[in-house]
């Protein structure tokens, strides 16, 4: 069964670090291009970052330069690295592949 | 940015009626290589986005046939051919034909 399963979420002061996993089965995330998508409270949804099978990377303007995707293919996990984080990134982290399959998502909270 | 343009944001419908969405772009989402990368999703109460169509009419797997999609362009549908009280929830459409991706801002289905 194809499955994605996100982690490391939690409450985060502003200026603070965290790093999401989203551990993948049933396929391998290296085959294909892998995503992270969030959602405020009570919002729609933000496209995050995404990162080609090849390993080309993309990012939200509004995340450019503090968040970084990656993926360890031996353990089959994406990653995304969150740094210097505000009240605007206050959101449940989805991880999807290929736009097709998500995670359940991982509810990160900054605050103070 | 593309920007994506949904209507109605909130839909009333009674079980077995038809319901259809607009999802208009400001940019065509038609790329180079003949595909049109514009998709459905609906997010159900407390849950993740699901696939619902790719490819501007394409079903994803397991995906109820009353569910199709339209357009070309600019401009393209969805249609719930007859609701049932399963299809509550937010659709969103999306574009993948550039970055960033973006969605449009949701339609609340309601019965």
């Known amino acids: 069964e194809v499955q994605l399963v996100e982690s490391g979420g939690g409450l985060v002061q502003p200026g603070g670090s965290l790093r999401l996993s989203c551990a993948a089965s049933g396929f391998t995330v290296s085959s294909n291009y892998m995503n992270w998508v969030r959602q405020a409270p009570g919002k729609g949804l933000e496209w995050v970052s995404l990162i080609y099978s090849g390993g080309g990377t993309y990012y939200a303007d509004s995340v450019k330069g503090r968040f970084t995707i990656s993926r360890d293919n031996s353990k089959n996990t994406l990653y995304l690295q969150m740094n210097s984080l505000t009240t605007e990134d206050t959101a449940v982290y989805y991880c999807a592949s290929s736009f097709d399959i998500w995670g359940q998502g991982t509810m990160v909270t900054v605050s103070s | 940015d593309f920007v994506m343009t949904q209507t109605p944001l909130s839909l009333s419908v009674t079980p077995g009626q038809p319901a259809s969405i607009s999802c208009k772009s400001s940019q065509s989402l038609l790329h180079s290589d003949g595909k049109t990368y514009l998709y459905w999703y609906l997010q159900k109460p407390g849950q993740p986005p699901q696939l619902l169509i790719y490819e501007v009419s394409n079903r994803f797997s397991g995906v109820p046939d009353r569910f199709s999609g339209s357009g070309s362009g600019t401009d393209f549908t969805l249609k719930i051919s007859r609701v049932e009280a399963e299809d509550v929830g937010d659709y969103y459409c999306?574009?993948?034909?550039?970055?960033?991706?973006?969605f449009g801002q949701g339609t609340r289905l309601e019965i």
């Open positions: 999306m574009q993948s034909i550039q970055f960033p991706v973006t």
